[in-house]
């Protein structure tokens, strides 16, 4: 059984910079796509990435892109994401998920693990 793990949330300073990890447990991730949703209060889940662990090709929604960066270490079966320029909209619980599968597309309704999620607040 696959069990994810994040970490690496808090407070973070508009502007400023975090980096989440998502740690594997249970089965290795080769085969899996690995997402990063967030859920704001009041809102619904929305996808920030998702990453092939296998080639490490990482796509991402427009209102991340060029701020928000995923990236994999093989040999520590975790997942990176990295998170710069934040602002206060940037505030919500962040989740890891995983799908068995190639390609790196995620849509929530078709993840198959998912960790307890990891906070981010972005205010001064």
């Known amino acids: 059984q696959l069990q994810l793990v994040e970490s690496g949330g808090g407070l973070v300073q508009p502007g400023g910079s975090v980096r989440l990890s998502c740690a594997a447990s249970?089965?290795?991730?080769?085969?899996?796509?690995i997402g990063w949703f967030r859920q704001a209060p009041g809102k619904e889940r929305e996808g920030v990435g998702c990453?092939?662990?296998?080639?490490?090709?990482?796509y991402y929604p427009d209102s991340v892109k060029g701020r928000f960066t995923i990236s994999r270490d093989k040999a520590k079966e975790t997942v990176y994401l990295q998170m710069n320029a934040v602002n206060p909209e940037d505030t919500a619980e962040y989740y890891c998920?995983?799908?068995?599968?190639?390609?790196?597309?995620?849509?929530?309704?078709?993840?198959?693990?998912w960790g307890k999620g990891t906070p981010v607040t972005v205010s001064s």
């Open positions: 249970g089965v290795s991730l080769e085969y899996f796509a």
């Open positions: 998920s995983a799908r068995m599968g190639s390609g790196n597309i995620c849509y929530a309704r078709t993840m198959d693990y």
């Open positions: 990453i092939s662990f296998w080639d490490g090709n990482a």
